[in-house]
């Protein structure tokens, strides 16, 4: 069976090639995390983390502000009441504008069953929802 698991290495040679090496170290670092929607494939490290929040986020270049780009509603991030257009704010009350990939990477990722506290500001009003991590797409 194939797999649909890309190792760092290979995703790193991807973004190079698509994005060039400028774009390509802030967003590899970013998308370790997550699952991509649709596909079935994760990019991430498996030899360290086990689940997921389930949801593919974009980080602003100048301001530093994370949206939820995707949901899908059968991952854990939806399921939770998230949605697509979320500014994502706080992990576990600790604010996401100054994390750079690998801190992101850090406090989303983990155990699967295990939760998170996710602040989000949807249209001025913030919630905070707490996600319990899914199993990544095989």
Do not use: Q
């Amino acid at each position: 069976m194939k797999s649909n698991y890309l190792s760092y290495s290979n995703a790193t040679a991807w973004f190079r090639r698509s994005l060039g090496s400028r774009l390509a170290a802030r967003a590899i670092s970013l998308l370790l995390f997550l699952a991509l929607a649709g596909s079935g494939a994760v990019i991430g490290c498996a030899s360290t983390w086990t689940g997921s929040v389930g949801a593919v986020l974009g980080k602003g270049k100048i301001d530093g502000r994370v949206f939820v780009r995707d949901a899908p509603p059968d991952m854990a991030a939806a399921k939770a009441g998230v949605r697509i257009g979320d500014e994502l704010v706080a992990v576990d009350g600790t604010p996401v504008v100054a994390m750079s990939p690998a801190d992101m990477h850090r406090v989303l990722a983990g155990p699967v069953g295990s939760k998170v506290k996710l602040t989000v500001d949807r249209g001025g009003e913030k919630l905070e929802l707490t996600v319990e991590r899914g199993p990544l797409r095989e």
